[in-house]
């Protein structure tokens, strides 16, 4: 089993910066890809930013593009989400998830069903 712990979140004013951390541990596995979802009270999960482990390719949601920028560690096992210029629209649980298969799909970061294991999650609150 493989799990993944989220730590950085929490409360700050519009305008404001959090840093989101997720450390992957467990059995061995092979990573092709770690990513962030967050949902909001009454909507879906939706994609936020993923990296493919590999080579460090990076994806964003065109909602955060420009404010959010992921990183990883590949000795660590840890893939990061620092967050600037937050809005209150950005209040919502976060969610690491990390991607096992290798299979080829162009869209893998976009849908949750993609990815094959799960932090707990790490709520973001941003006040105006």
């Known amino acids: 089993q493989v799990q993944l712990v989220e730590s950085g979140g929490g409360l700050v004013q519009a305008g404001g910066s959090l840093r989101l951390s997720c450390a992957a541990s467990?059995?061995?596995?092979?990573?092709?890809?770690m990513g962030w979802f967050r949902q909001a009270p009454g909507k879906e999960r939706e994609f936020v930013s993923s990296i493919t482990w590999s080579v460090g390719i990076t994806y964003y949601a065109d909602s955060v593009k420009g404010r959010f920028t992921i990183s990883r560690d590949i000795t660590s096992n840890t893939v990061s989400l620092q967050m600037n210029s937050l809005e209150p629209e950005d209040t919502a649980v976060y969610y690491c998830?990390?991607?096992?298969?290798?299979?080829?799909?162009?869209?893998?970061?976009?849908?949750?069903?993609?990815?094959?294991?799960w932090g707990q999650g790490t709520q973001v609150t941003v006040s105006s």
């Open positions: 998830a990390v991607r096992t298969s290798w299979l080829y799909d162009s869209t893998w970061y976009l849908s949750p069903l993609k990815y094959d294991y």
């Open positions: 467990g059995r061995a596995f092979v990573n092709y890809g």
